[in-house]
């Protein structure tokens, strides 16, 4: 069972993150001389899936234009230049990198982080038309795990307000396949060899006080109230039929 | 007794334009406050009760973290408001000046490691100028709560970089905000104060 569990993960992040793999940009073309030391670059920053105010009024275009356009731009560049400083863990990918976050310096451990995390929040989130609801599977796996989705939203809530400094908190999938909330440190996440509770992210709200403070300010909670208008429940119902489909 | 929230050194839009009335309204009404009456309501009818700021910041670290975060904020903050001045910023002069350029060789050099500790700070935290235990002065920069005052060293400056000290008025722009921060706030007369052993009870 639990070795399932594993595969299943290992499965869904290569689903999940498909287009977070490092592409080279001097990839051979016909016969052209292969450049010997031009380096493998680089991650790079995907659009957000919807436009910049397509989250109002739960999240406002000020907020995520700067948190996209900049925040996560600086993730996947100082990325990029942490890579470039330690060559011996170029040409992986980002989920490679991830798992083995304790054995990295600093500098690749955050920003590659910063750059999954980001990602994977970006997708989790849609407009509040297009945000649907938990499958009934999902909602079953709520309900058995929490006792209520309100319960849920209640402890997860706890969670991020729990969340002291700057991180996430998270709706993950344990080893033993059942659902529950944790909350990580700074850019690390759950799939980190590193993180005190490890599990498969179905769900992540970003606790750092630059994903709500230019509309919140120190009101985290009303933040997070707000934030469940556009959870994408489509994606997340998706992510969790994956992880236990197998 | 319970603590108190100290008051602004200055007037609340004294520092305007680098750093504004509006973000006080929010970092000291509201961060600062929600420390000092998380702190009183963690202490109530506990060990800690009756002990001064300091006292209840050196013996709740490493044991308690509610209580070491929410008292090591407070000072902090307390801290950090005397750390700027209307009338501040730029090279110092006195004493300061002179420890800086014997200690970091040059101003220019301490303004380069101050900058670079607030700006490599992952996550929140805070830079700091500190007399070490050494007795030379030093930067250093700590996670979230963490204050140097549990490593034995006197806290000369701080500048909080948090992001809620500096999003409204600067977003992104940490480093932005730390060359403000030197250039036209940072207040030498109370770093010579402090190095010269004053001490910084940080409740009021
Ligand atoms: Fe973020």
Redesign the pocket.
Known sequence: MRNNIKLFSTSILAIATVFLIPVCANAQQNNAPKAIDAPMSAFTLAPLPYAYDALEPAIDTQTMTI?HDK??QAYVDNLNKAIAANPALGGQSLDQLIVKAGTLPPAVRNNAG?HW??TF?WDSMAPVAKSGTPSPALNAAIISSFGSMDNFKAEFKKAGLGRFGSGWVWLIVGADGKLAITSTPNQDNPLMDIAEVKGTPLLGN?M?E??YYLKYQNKRGDYIDAWWQVVNWDAVSKRYASVTKK | MAFELPALPYADDALEPHYSANTFSYHHKKHHNTYVVNLNNLIKDTEFEGKTLVEIILASAGKNPGVFNNSAQVWNHTFFWNSMSPNGGGAPTGAIADKIAADFGSYDNFVTEFKNAGATQFGSGWAWLVLGTDGKLKVTKTPNAETPLTAGEKPIITCDVWEHAYYLDYQNLRPKFLEVFLEKLVNWEFANEMLAGKEFSGDK
């Open positions: 948190h925040h996560h910063g995390n980001h929040f970003d750092w630059h994903a």
